[in-house]
Nanobody, 123 residues
């Protein structure tokens, strides 16, 4: 099971850090991703990494502002969000699975999902 946390209210230009922890098995050879879903919109890919490797991918709209990282000791994946914009407002979900790199951005490629955490950015 995945548990996402860290959402809240931030002003535009501010920062938040999201956490994704597993309450079950360690991530092992899985990849871990963050997606988000704004009101009335489809769930979209934000960022992902390989838990035991070096591959990382970001969607263009967050490059240079968001950083995905892992803490092996805490078995947690983080999404550091800086320079937040109003359009970053969404429910953020973490996901885990073993998709090939070319399918990381596809929602259906991910097998396990957390419950979501709401990020609200005020303009």
């Amino acid at each position: 099971q995945l548990q996402a946390s860290g959402g809240g209210l931030a002003q535009a230009g501010g920062s938040l850090r999201l956490s994704c922890a597993t309450s079950g098995r360690p991530f092992g050879d899985y990849k871990v991703a963050w997606f988000r879903q704004a009101p009335g919109k489809e769930r979209e890919f934000v960022a992902a990494l390989t838990w035991l490797g070096g591959s990382i991918l970001y969607t263009d709209s967050v490059k240079g502002r968001f950083t995905i990282s892992r803490d092996y000791a805490k078995i947690t994946v983080y999404l550091q969000m800086n320079s937040l914009k109003y359009e970053d407002t969404a429910v953020y979900y973490c996901a885990a699975g073993r998709p090939i790199f070319s399918r990381w951005t596809e929602r259906d490629s991910w097998n396990y999902w957390g419950q979501g955490t709401l990020v609200t950015v005020s303009s």
